[in-house]
């Protein structure tokens, strides 16, 4: 059974090995043959609809045993963090349904083994399954989510998403997630999330002027922001457009200013900082 009472401090070593994982929920999620463990999971009734629609209880069981064949170790076990990802999964699946439930992680692990899931080595993933506290969690999923998306724009040297139209889905999540994790992190900050992000920064700018095989680049998609460092107002500056659009809004800031002279003391003391690139 799952060991953790509450929300437990995840691990992100996960992350050393995020794109193989990544192709592997790939292949859970277009698996055919589900169906081959609905005896295990007729405990879901007792769950929210969305969970027994989205195959929540068969897919884990399947990556388990995925796994299990693709990556065992000598002694015939996973790795921990095959574990932690299991774990993330799980997590990702059951709290984009209910995320205001503690439990529910634990929950339905424990209904999966009393069911008679067979989980061959179970206490070290017993011992690995818990609800990640909430600040990583959502740490987690900006990784994650950048690098699924990035799988969907570029494999092998190809752009694999079509055009820049059709790619936007892609990117400009992408762009939206990276700004909201690299603000976190300021130049001095030195925790895992940070040294992740920076990691997938350095990934990125490896690769995002190679000439691919159609004789574009991935820049010319997409183009992830530096954090301006030692700027009060914590704004961004991503090309040029964006420039001319800080100074026009600048200047109208300047020019309400002017106008409204007599209340300026009243509005700075109630004013909300602006960051222009977050407007998306």
Not at 101 to 120: E, L, T
Not at 154 to 159: G, R, S
Not at 224 to 248: A, D, T, V, Y
């Amino acid at each position: 059974m799952a060991t953790f009472a509450g929300p437990c401090n995840q691990s992100y070593d996960f992350f050393s090995s995020i794109e193989a994982y990544v192709n592997c929920t790939k292949t859970v999620d277009i698996f055919t043959e589900l169906r081959n463990f609905n005896e295990k999971c007729k405990f879901v009734s007792q769950y929210d609809n969305r969970i027994q629609s989205n195959n929540v209880c068969q897919k884990f069981q399947y990556f388990y045993e995925l796994l299990s064949e693709i990556k065992p170790t000598t002694s015939g076990k996973l790795y921990m963090t095959d574990y932690e990802y299991l774990n993330f999964w799980l997590n990702y699946q059951l709290r984009s349904i209910n995320n205001n439930d503690y439990s529910i992680v634990n929950k339905f692990y424990n209904n999966m083994v009393d069911s008679g899931a067979m989980f061959k080595d179970k206490t070290e993933l017993h011992n690995k399954i818990c609800y990640i506290q909430e600040d990583i969690f959502k740490n987690m999923d900006i990784l994650y989510t950048l690098y699924n998306n990035f799988l969907k724009i570029y494999d092998d040297k190809n752009i694999i998403c079509g055009n820049k139209e059709s790619c936007s889905v892609y990117t400009e999540e992408c762009l939206k997630k990276y700004k909201k994790g690299i603000y976190q992190c300021p130049k001095e900050k030195k925790d895992n999330f940070c040294y992740e992000i920076r990691k997938l920064k350095s990934e990125y700018e490896a690769k995002k002027n190679e000439k691919l095989n159609d004789g574009s680049k991935i820049s010319d998609l997409m183009i992830l922001p530096e954090r301006q460092e030692n700027n009060s107002h914590g704004k961004w500056f991503c090309n040029k457009k964006n420039k001319k659009r800080e100074i026009k809004e600048n200047i109208n800031q300047e020019t309400q200013r002017l106008l409204y002279k007599s209340e300026e003391n009243k509005v700075l003391g109630n004013r909300k900082q602006y960051n222009i690139l977050y407007n998306s």
